[in-house]
């Protein structure tokens, strides 16, 4: 583990410059515009990692953009982790608020940044954190420290909802089998503050609508003797949450594991200012659940919420109708244990017992996918705990994402094991926006983390 | 009076022949394509006038379209008739769904109108009703009938909303003194049961906005965390009713007058089928305020309606946003004594009062208009009854429109008089639809029925 350190410092340079290279390449994979391009990023991933000193890389053929597979096999006894990550980018638009093209990478000091920062589409999402896990390989290789196997597979897809993956997975249980899945595609709380994401919310999206009578109605004519289906909904909205702001559908909670006080404790530690989140948000309080903070309640509890409502008329001016229907989106975030599908059922079953006589009521599911967590005794989270502790002098904030991955929960379901989502970004990345950028401090330090896991992992897993 | 009905027979082809040249004036005021033609109807029925016997006949300019006026003064000791009536007309697209074109008037048979009803844009709304009193006129002064003093005034802005007739009443009030407002502009229940409105609903419209933060935001992380505008609508929408769906604003009901128990049993006697009601618009029961009938929620009771509502994702399939800010458009129909700038205002402290914290709410109030209601003891009432009972063999039903006639408060208020609403049309007339139509026995019972008005109301106000 010694000689990690000073090799890193001697290669950093060319580390940075190969990475500015592969952002060069605008792998978009949401517009077919780019085809040629995508799949030339795949093949030079594949270069990639057989220079990172991989034994056996495929760019293995979809229905979709490649999976660029690699392995390095030690020795079949010691564990394995597969390192997922992905090639494609999201479109660049709006082209006009990039302060430098985005297929041109080019190295800029920032405030939060005195090192520099790349600027490029892709550099935080994912290239540049995909990146880090073969620049660690080449590392671990070239100093005779890689304490175990390890599998890439790198898609093409992400962006796009990385629709091949499943297959690729179902077909590919022998080739993929491992003991640990590790990720870096998502953030840490601050530079100074590491954080490894240990669960994610899953989700039931669902629309509803109510029907009153069969056609619109005036309201001076009608106004007062018939169920207004607007009315209606907003009183079955409204009565989804309790004073307590707690979603009141009958076993909505039933399943819902409460966390640790030792997990809940070590969640509080993460630093978190609410005047700032106000001030950001610019409202005057915070809402949500009683007895949960704010990080909480956007993470470790269930959740219910429309995001879209529409009925009668909505133009300019006013207009006295009672319209025929009234339609809203609902989304309900799901925590470990409770199921999707079953949420879904007891949605459906209890908003239509909302409906008063007068009016019809239509539940239509739209998607869903399961929550996921790794606790944080697995030997996957105390791996990651050791090694950002060794590098960044301090342990890391178990963070639980409100959002959700869903191939977290595939890779669970299709390979049967945990996920360790290592990210190395920063909020602050601009992601998905113009001027995604990634730091270089991040980037390197990123580089230097990762084969600690991979010390401390095979330590643990041995016993 | 013996002399009318035989003139009446006498004349009645002329009448019928008369209305149906006028009909084919296209005096559309919402399409200045028609500018011309609606000049031309006004001098049409300026002409008219004249030849029913006015005395003073004046086209009188106005910003928009003239208004007709012309009088008929026997005696300035005697009562004093003011007739109000239009002289344009809807639009008559979509053209496609007329069976004949709609300034072609022609007189078909239906299963309701055996003797005949004629179809033209207008021929109800308001052409035929206005007609039929200057026939009316006709009649009186040739079989020397006429009572009283009488006065017309005859508009073309009643379907884009008379916009110049609250100055016309101001500019114009000493011409325009009278003791009664007499307008045939809307519908009886049925042939076989005469009707007056005798109370029109108030309006007050509101648009509301709740703004959360400052920005759209990903619900997976913030839901749960923030509020929501769209969940926060809906639970200060549904507090606005309570569970016997009565109306939660403080004060709201305060200035509400209860009608008398003889009044609504009056009212009771409009024949009423709830079945065929429920099986009309399709549902399965009504709804509405404990303690009272369809046909009073929807008359001689305030309510309140969300008539739009929008917020968030709207669009096909789902997208998980906890949007910014949702609206909502509320009207509240008023009845008599509800003064609707303060019930605007009534509304607005307590919607703002139902804000949680966390949320921005702003009300906007669109428009309004006050309720009316002439009592039906009232001298004009009673002069219609007994009119309706010489003409029909039965008394009519009092009947309270939920819907607002906004010039009749006006008259009320500029002139200082009531009006009585004594309508010959049916619902069934297709008004402001393809294949409008006015049934030649509803147009002939009118003339018939109005000079009985003339002479009771006469006979009533001597005392």
Chains 1, 2 share one sequence.
């Not at 796009?160 to 709380?189: C, H, P, Q, Y």
């Not at 993460?270 to 915070?286: G, N, R, S, T, W």
């Not at 949960?292 to 956007?298: D, I, L, P, S």
């Amino acid at each position: 583990m010694d000689r990690l350190k000073p090799y890193l410092s001697e290669h950093q340079e060319r580390f940075i410059k190969e990475l500015l290279e592969l952002l060069k390449y605008p792998s978009v994979s949401a517009d077919p515009a780019f085809s040629q391009d995508v799949l030339n990023t795949a093949d030079a991933v594949a270069d990639a990692l057989r220079q990172a000193g991989c034994d056996a890389v495929e760019v293995c053929d979809t229905r979709g953009y490649p999976i660029v597979y690699g392995e390095k096999v030690v020795d079949p006894s010691l564990p394995t982790i597969l390192v997922y990550g992905h090639y494609d980018v999201q479109p660049p638009d709006p082209l006009g608020l990039w302060k430098s093209p985005p297929f041109e990478p080019v190295i800029r000091e920032t405030e939060l940044h005195p090192e520099g920062a790349i600027y490029a589409r892709g550099a935080s999402d994912d290239k540049g954190q995909m990146y880090m896990h073969i620049k660690a390989l080449e590392c671990m290789v070239r100093t005779h420290s890689l304490p175990c196997n390890v599998k890439f597979m790198i898609e093409g897809e992400e962006e796009v909802g990385s629709s091949s993956l499943e297959a690729f997975l179902k077909e590919n249980r022998g080739k993929l089998a491992n003991d640990i899945i590790l990720i870096s595609d998502t953030g840490m709380i601050a530079k100074d503050v590491p954080s490894v994401t240990t669960g994610l919310r899953g989700l039931s999206y669902v629309e509803v609508t109510v029907t009153g009578a069969n056609r619109d109605l005036h309201s001076g004519l009608y106004g007062g003797a018939v169920a207004n289906p607007i009315n209606v909904l907003a009183k079955m909205i409204a009565s989804l949450h309790d004073a307590d702001n707690r979603v009141t559908i009958p076993g909505f909670y039933d399943r819902v594991v409460e966390l640790s006080a030792k997990e809940r404790a070590l969640m509080a530690e993460a630093p978190f200012d609410l005047e700032a989140y106000k001030k950001a948000l610019d409202i005057d309080a915070v809402y949500g659940e009683k007895g949960y903070t704010t990080n909480e309640r956007n993470a470790i509890r269930p959740t219910l919420d429309v995001n879209g409502i529409w009925g009668g008329y909505t133009g300019e001016g006013a207009k006295t109708v009672i319209p025929g229907q009234a339609h809203a989106k609902i989304s309900m975030r799901l925590v470990p244990n409770q199921d999707w599908h079953e949420i879904t059922e007891l949605f459906t079953r209890h908003f239509k017992s909302l409906a008063p006589a007068g009016v019809r009521v239509e539940v239509r599911p739209h998607h869903g996918g399961q929550a996921y967590v790794t606790p944080i005794d697995h030997i996957g989270y105390l791996a990651a705990s050791k090694a950002y502790e060794t590098t960044f002098g301090t342990r890391p904030v178990p963070h639980r994402g409100g959002g959700s991955i869903p191939i977290v929960p595939l890779f669970e379901r299709e390979l049967g094991s945990k996920t360790i989502l290592m990210g190395f970004g920063l909020d602050s990345d601009a992601i998905h926006s113009p001027n995604e950028h990634f730091g270089v401090w991040n980037y390197l330090k990123g580089i230097e983390t990762i084969p600690y896991f991979y010390h401390y992992y095979t330590e643990l897993a041995k016993g």
